[in-house]
């Protein structure tokens, strides 16, 4: 029998198989998957912002693209995963609203795509799949056991990645 664990905007839980961790309304925001699938322990942090070294209030680690990795690695490791079978996948980073303007400071779900992918490669962590952009909100559902990662959306269906 499973387990769903709800994770919150700018939070970061860790499960064990057979548990799955989901994470509702991901719009700019983004789902990192982290997953070992030797040990079958996986993290999802969903964050909501680039860079902790920009915010004025960077203490929720799990809040921003850099920092929100870290603590994913520390957390992967206290549960006997090895970071070099670990894998990731991502969702989320749409750009929910239109702007008068090409000011890239309000595309935040493109530069959280690429803080996120450009963390993960800093942190030799392979990106396996990504379900990211467009225009529409995403709910994911990750099966640690597996990888599998449900994503379902408004108008747009669903999917596996």
Do not use: W, Y
């Not at 998957?33 to 915010?55: E, R, W, Y």
């Not at 408004?154 to 999917?159: F, N, P």
């Amino acid at each position: 029998m499973s387990n769903i664990i709800q994770v919150g905007m700018a939070d970061l839980k860790l499960a064990k198989a057979p548990d799955k961790l989901m994470t509702a309304g991901l719009g700019s925001c983004i789902g990192i998957c982290i997953f070992d699938p030797v040990v079958k322990v996986g993290v999802l942090a969903h964050i909501m912002l680039p860079n902790s070294t920009q915010s004025k209030n960077p203490q929720n680690r799990a809040k921003f693209a850099d920092s929100a990795i870290v603590m994913a690695l520390e957390e992967m490791d206290k549960n006997g995963a090895s970071r070099v079978r670990l894998q990731a996948k991502i969702a989320g980073g749409a750009q929910m609203f239109k702007f008068s303007g090409e000011s890239d400071i309000m595309k935040i779900g493109e530069r959280n795509t690429l803080a996120v992918i450009e963390n993960l490669t800093k942190h030799n962590i392979k990106l396996v799949a990504k379900d990211t952009g467009g225009n529409f909100g995403r709910t994911i559902i990750f099966d640690v056991g597996d990888g599998s990662l449900l994503i379902r959306t408004i108008g747009h269906g669903e999917r596996v990645i």
